[in-house]
């Protein structure tokens, strides 16, 4: 599954690509709360279909509604498969929640003010460049001009903040974030499931044909190279992850210190407290690595929700990386090493002299 801007974008360029009227929807400001971030985008079709969205659902329907042909005194003669007038105008502005009533009708939070600007059929082939320019993995920057609507893209290193200073409004596109599994085994497929459901483009890599001959999860690239020859082929960006799940040193030690060198957001591996100390002493001594360069490296991964199933430890696992990539820092008592050392410390004291050993999957 694609990011949401690029199956958005995709969906636009194909429909106006075949002669069809549709509109681009940015929302450009918010206050208070409100559903979407700024830069969220949906796109509406003169056939009435819809791609993302800007709100939970009641913004989008009255858009549908406030360019139903139903809906307007002055529309043109009915066409066959056509039921908008998307008009041919310079980019408008429309405003949702200014009346606590109006808030209310639209399913914006207590207070949630929500202002869009509405791009009334794109050029195509601009659209076909944006396209492509994300699906080559570069970041661009679309500026589109309030008073003519006319567009410039921009290939960017760095993602921005949009940009709707009354002339241009600049919103910038990334890639898809990509994520590379090491290990093709059970928790995998459903890591793996759950990372393309949130957007990400996923690869697995596991030269083990004994777990790969069970591989089951579509829309995954499964790849049979040595891990760490893998990594480095994989031109890991900073919208990238790498993530070790075989608990076999052999495939991921190397791996992970192919990651290292990399600008990955994110680099994890599986296993037990005990079994990550061990992994930090190997390659300190044989690997010349420090402990500064290993901060980098998390483990046991996860966010502590007293995981013990797969699909348990899988949403654990997805949880963090999301934090991670918003920029969400997490409570010390939801590390997985910390809250289980509270556990075992708590557990010891009630318990007297009594040893109570904790099942520790992770």
């Given at each position: 599954?694609e ?17 069809q ?42 858009l ?78 679309r ?17 921005s ?12 596109f ?141 949403v ?47």
């Amino acid at each position: 599954m694609e990011n949401l801007d690029l199956t958005v974008l995709r969906t636009l360029h194909g429909w106006r690509a075949k002669g069809q009227r549709a509109l681009l929807a940015t929302v450009v400001r918010t206050w208070g709360s409100s559903p979407r971030p700024v830069g969220s985008i949906m796109a509406l079709c003169e056939n009435g279909a819809v791609a993302g969205s800007v709100s939970g659902g009641c913004i989008e329907d009255d858009l549908i509604y406030r360019y139903s042909r139903s809906h307007q005194a002055s529309a043109a003669a009915p066409v066959a498969g056509i039921t908008h007038d998307i008009p041919d105008s310079t980019p408008q502005r429309v405003k949702y929640g200014v009346s606590a009533d109006e808030a209310h009708r639209f399913g914006l939070p207590c207070g949630g003010t929500l202002e869009l600007v509405l791009e009334f059929n794109p050029e195509a082939a601009s659209l076909l460049t944006l396209v492509q320019s994300l699906a080559d993995g570069r970041m661009v920057q679309r500026r589109s001009g309030i008073a003519d609507g006319q567009v410039e893209l921009i290939e960017v290193n760095a993602p921005s903040p949009l940009i709707d200073d009354g002339d241009v409004l600049a919103n910038t596109f990334g890639p898809e974030y990509r994520m590379l599994l090491i290990g093709a085994g059970q928790l995998t497929e459903y890591l793996a499931t759950m990372a393309v459901f949130s957007g990400f483009a996923v690869t697995v890599c596991d030269p083990r044909e004994e777990y790969r001959a069970s591989w089951s999860v579509p829309g995954v690239t499964l790849l049979t190279g040595m891990p760490d020859d893998v990594v480095h082929d994989y031109k890991v960006d900073r919208r990238s992850c790498v993530i070790a799940l075989t608990h076999d040193p052999k495939l991921d030690d190397l791996a992970l210190l192919e990651a290292l060198d990399t600008e990955a957001f994110y680099i994890g591996a599986i296993g037990s407290r005990r079994n990550n100390e061990a992994r930090h002493a190997r390659m300190i001594e044989h690997f010349e690595q420090t402990v500064e360069r290993l901060a980098r490296l998390r483990g046991p991964i996860g966010i502590y929700i007293g995981s013990k199933t797969p699909p348990e430890i899988a949403v654990s696992i997805m949880a963090e990386v999301l934090a991670v990539k918003n920029g969400v820092p997490l409570p010390r008592d939801m590390d997985v090493t910390h809250a289980k050392n509270t556990l075992a410390d708590g557990t010891s004291m009630q318990s007297g002299s009594t040893c109570l050993s904790l099942s520790d999957s992770r």
